[in-house]
């Protein structure tokens, strides 16, 4: 049953993976395989909250610069995830899209990725974005190269750029800005996830660690964001008065 259908794009930092796993007595890596099983269930959740965006922080690029072990389990885990998820995914009407320098990753996710892209094309109940070697002041930074060569080209007046012109060069600029971030794990920072889109977001800051995270933990956020008096800049009487 949809809750709140007002929000259009939730955006998590799945954050604690680490810290559970060593609290159970085992290597990080025990702490990532885990995590997956929260995605389904926050995957699940957000199809039944009729949300229509869900982002999920998988991979920062400053997150290359972990020991070599651990990035090789990630990627590993990522291929084998996306194998075995696809079918459900495309089942329940779940389209896979990614964010960030895919380049980046080695080639079988790559492959992997494109594939279950193709496949969920079509499906709309959820786009499910995995931010992936992702990095905000990167997206910006690559927004602004791609302006700069309309300007030098002569196809852009550069008194012509607004806002609008920003959002037309970032990443996926059919994606709407972020309503609800949350962070899970305890820490309270954006860690350079989506800075353009979530200048307007409600920000959540859960001490959950991510493989204990679950689609009922979603539901009573999204509850609260139910009760938030979003203003963006008018004042409560104006917000409220429509």
């Not at 302006?147 to 196809?155: E, L, Q, T």
Request: net charge negative; charged share 25%.
């Amino acid at each position: 049953m949809e809750i709140e259908n007002k929000i259009k794009h939730v955006a998590i930092i799945m954050d604690g993976n680490g810290r559970w796993a060593q609290q159970q007595g085992h290597q990080r890596g025990f702490g990532h395989e885990n995590g997956v099983e929260s995605v389904r269930s926050v995957v699940e959740g957000a199809c039944e909250l009729g949300i229509p965006y869900l982002t999920l922080y998988a991979f920062s690029t400053e997150n290359w610069n972990r020991p070599k072990e651990e990035i090789d389990l990630l990627m590993g885990l990522l291929g084998k995830a996306i194998a075995e998820e696809v079918d459900k995914l495309h089942a329940n009407g779940v389209r896979l899209l990614t964010t960030g320098r895919m380049e980046n990753l080695p080639e079988d996710c790559q492959v992997a990725l494109q594939k279950a892209m193709e496949k969920t094309a079509g499906n709309t109940r959820l786009n499910l974005v995995l931010a992936l070697s992702y990095s905000g002041r990167s997206e910006i930074a690559d927004m602004a190269k791609a302006i700069a060569r309309k300007a030098v080209a002569g196809d852009l007046n550069p008194d012509d750029i607004d806002e609008n012109t920003v959002r037309q060069h970032l990443y996926h600029p059919e994606i709407p800005d972020v309503d609800l971030m949350i962070r899970t794990g305890g820490d309270v920072r954006v860690s350079n996830f989506l800075l353009w889109e979530i200048a307007y977001a409600e920000l959540f800051f859960t001490p959950v660690l991510w493989p204990d995270f679950r689609k009922d933990h979603l539901r009573e956020i999204v509850t609260q964001f139910s009760t938030r008096e979003r203003r963006f800049g008018k004042t409560g009487e104006q917000v409220r008065a429509h």
